[in-house]
């Protein structure tokens, strides 16, 4: 069958590595991919979200399923776009709908619905610029560290830990008041500070039941020891050394199947990926938060660790028949490292010619922000290439991947050369 994936990051990547492992995935064309999708699949110059533009590829070109990388083009409904169309209405999108993919594009909506299911969560309440001086009263009332999140997509930027009181006010109307992330903040979530350990576990579901995926643990700080500002993700391991049975058993019976009951409840069509979010406090899972799509740079050592086959439980996801399906998982560890341009999360150039490539020995090059310039690879992102390496455990894995790294190069990159410290 002809697949059509969006996204253009390191995700799209490795999920395109798996599909075309399958003997179902015929072609497979990325919209719009990177330079490492190019050199597997077919790249289209088409924006995720251009539905129309999706829509004239698909049919031009015999797409028989289109999976979602990305959030934005879920939270922008493209789930029912392709639904509502007589032409399109019998091509399965792999992602949930319009409503379920507030899960991710309304923290207050996940909160509700975190709530209203019994799933073990911080307590919260939510401000708006009419309400920001209740807002600051409110935080007078938490402990510190106090935790601000815009409601929007922030481009994984929206979160803030703060400190001081004074600090967690002045941000508070920073964000509501002078729009800090725009939209994306008119509304602002504040919540208790759990302390813990986090990790995220990812779900396959087709809305009634699920497969739960190996559990992944990124590094999001731009700095060794988790120092300095947020970014996309510096780098992950799979699986989380301490999510042992036990701990996997309650984040199960807590969480996952209350998550999956609950979008039953409410009759929410959700056809694709659950990203929970969570933090281990004491010996007990909570949510943090959800996506509604494998997370980056999650995705790169998650899906490599999977020996089933991608496409085939894509399928049983369409179908509604995911109970039916086999999921093998390697036993291996998995570990990346991402590199980065210099000066990202901040500014940074474009355009920098990447080197040893094809030096690259027992890893895997997964692309994010690359493209093709006069048949070179070169940046065109903050994040530009996940080294992806196996191992018997994580610190063999990590190793193999800073081995490799050591024969790339490109003009002020970057990487942290801590990752899996704290494990």
């Known amino acids: 069958m002809t697949i059509l994936l969006l996204g253009s990051g390191g995700r799209e990547h490795a999920l395109a590595w798996k599909m075309l492992q399958s ?3 015929d072609k497979l064309f990325v919209a719009p991919g990177n330079a490492g999708t190019a050199g597997i699949a077919h790249n289209v110059n088409i924006s995720p979200t251009d539905f129309d533009a999706i829509k004239q590829h698909v049919l031009a070109n015999g797409v028989k399923m289109v999976v979602v990388g990305p959030e934005d083009p879920l939270v922008k409904g493209v789930y029912d776009f392709f639904k509502n169309d007589p032409e399109l209405k019998d091509i399965p999108v792999i992602g949930p709908s319009q409503h379920g993919a507030q899960l991710e594009g309304s923290k207050e909506f996940a909160k509700k619905f975190l ?9 919260y309440d939510s401000f708006t610029k009419e309400t920001v001086e209740e807002g600051c009263k409110f935080l007078e009332t938490l402990k510190a560290p106090y935790v601000l999140k815009a409601d929007g997509l922030a481009a994984g930027k929206g979160v803030l830990i703060l400190n001081s009181l004074q600090e967690a006010q002045d941000e508070l109307r920073n964000m509501l008041v002078d729009e800090k992330f725009g939209a ?10 759990l302390d813990g350990i986090e990790l995220s576990c990812f779900v ?7 497969k739960i995926l190996p559990t992944a643990k990124d590094y999001k700080r731009i700095g060794n020891g988790d120092a300095g500002l947020n970014t996309g993700g510096m780098g992950a ?24 009951q609950g979008l039953k409840n409410d009759n929410i069509e959700y056809k694709g990926f659950v990203f929970i979010g969570l933090i281990k406090v004491g010996n007990d899972p909570f949510v943090i938060e959800y996506n509604v799509r494998m997370g980056d740079p ?59 490539l094809d030096k690259v020995e027992g890893s895997i090059a997964f692309h994010a922000g690359t493209t093709l310039k006069d048949g070179q690879a070169v940046t065109a992102g903050g994040r530009v290439i996940a080294v992806t390496s196996y ?23 970057y990487f942290r050369t801590d990752i899996g410290f704290d494990l």
């Open 391 to 413: 191992g018997d455990d994580f610190k063999e894995a990590i190793n193999k991947s800073y081995q490799n790294i050591d024969k790339l190069n490109f003009d002020k990159m």
């Open 237 to 260: 391991v799979s699986p989380v050394p301490f999510a042992d049975a036990e701990f996997m058993q309650k984040i199960e019976t807590r969480v996952v199947k209350p998550t999956i």
């Open 23 to 25: 003997p179902l995935c």
């Open 184 to 193: 994306a903040s008119a509304k602002v979530v504040i919540e208790e500070f």
């Open 115 to 123: 709530i209203k299911n019994n799933i073990p969560t911080a307590a």
């Open 298 to 356: 999650e995705t790169e050592v998650v899906i490599p660790r999977l020996e089933s086959d991608l496409v085939e439980l894509f399928i049983a996801v369409g179908n509604e028949k995911l109970d039916e399906a086999e999921l093998v998982i390697d036993s291996r560890s998995a570990a990346t490292v991402m590199i980065v341009s210099g000066g990202y999360p901040e500014d940074y150039e474009k355009g920098k010619v990447i080197t040893g």
């Open 204 to 210: 396959l579901t087709d809305g009634k039941s699920y």
